[in-house]
């Protein structure tokens, strides 16, 4: 089982809808969470940041995290033609400096 | 955006040469982590630095080696590089628990 995991997509959400992206972890005692978006060809940029459990808004994005059940995701809301993109879910545990990232989920959002 | 420089930014080599990757930071964060990034794989952790001369490997650290002799700057060094080894290096930074920052990468390819 791989620590972090995603679906790879391809997610294609209408402009203006929502776009739900998820990501699941191993290991109980992960402590930090992040989403990063990367367009194609540059590197990846930390969206949102969440450290314990329940939403947490920025904007149009909003991280839910649940870590009962091993879960957190990412909402975009009203979806805009340059949310398309890349998202990596990164995961960092307890006492350990590694921080661990899912293969990424590819967003295209449709005009 | 965070200090962080690559170098160099691309660079072609031939199989069998040693290769160097250099990341310099002027953030002075204590986290230093080098990944490489192949379609499909996401971002797999090759090595990582929680202080001078401080190092660990991460998932796919076989013919890598890396050196911190300073805070700043993190070096990744290819032994004899194949052409498996063909792919994007991040270089990213973190201090404690909180989000890590990327480098704009290093375009390698083995030919």
């Known amino acids: 089982q791989k620590e972090v995991e995603q679906n790879s997509g391809p997610l294609s959400v209408p402009e203006g809808a929502i776009a739900s992206l998820n990501c699941t972890y191993s290991?109980?005692?992960?402590?930090?969470f992040f989403w990063y978006r990367q367009y194609s060809g540059k590197s990846p940029e930390l969206i949102m940041s969440?450290?314990?459990?329940g939403d947490k808004e920025d904007g149009r994005f909003t991280a839910q995290l649940n870590k009962a059940s091993q879960y957190v995701s990412l909402l975009i809301r009203d979806s805009q033609p340059s949310d398309s993109a890349t998202y990596l879910c990164?995961?960092?545990?307890?006492?350990?400096?590694?921080?661990?990232f899912g293969t990424g989920t590819r967003l295209t959002i449709i005009p | 955006d965070a200090g962080i420089t690559q170098s160099p930014r691309h660079k072609v080599t031939e199989t069998g040469t040693p290769v160097t990757l250099r990341c310099h930071q002027t953030?002075?964060?204590?986290?230093m982590y080098w990944y490489r990034q192949d379609p499909g794989h996401g971002l797999r952790l090759i090595h990582y630095?929680?202080?001078?001369?401080?190092?660990d490997k991460g998932e796919v650290s076989d013919g890598y080696s890396v050196s911190r002799s300073k805070t700043e700057d993190f070096l990744l060094t290819l032994e004899s590089a194949t052409s498996s080894q063909t792919s994007v290096y991040f270089c990213a930074i973190s201090e404690g628990i909180t989000e890590a920052f990327f480098g704009q990468g290093t375009r390698l390819t083995v030919v």
């Open positions: 990164a995961v960092r545990n307890f006492g350990n400096e590694k921080l661990t």
């Open positions: 290991d109980r005692v992960s402590q930090s």
């Open positions: 969440i450290y314990s459990n």
């Open positions: 953030e002075n964060h204590r986290y």
């Open positions: 630095s929680y202080g001078v001369k401080d190092t």
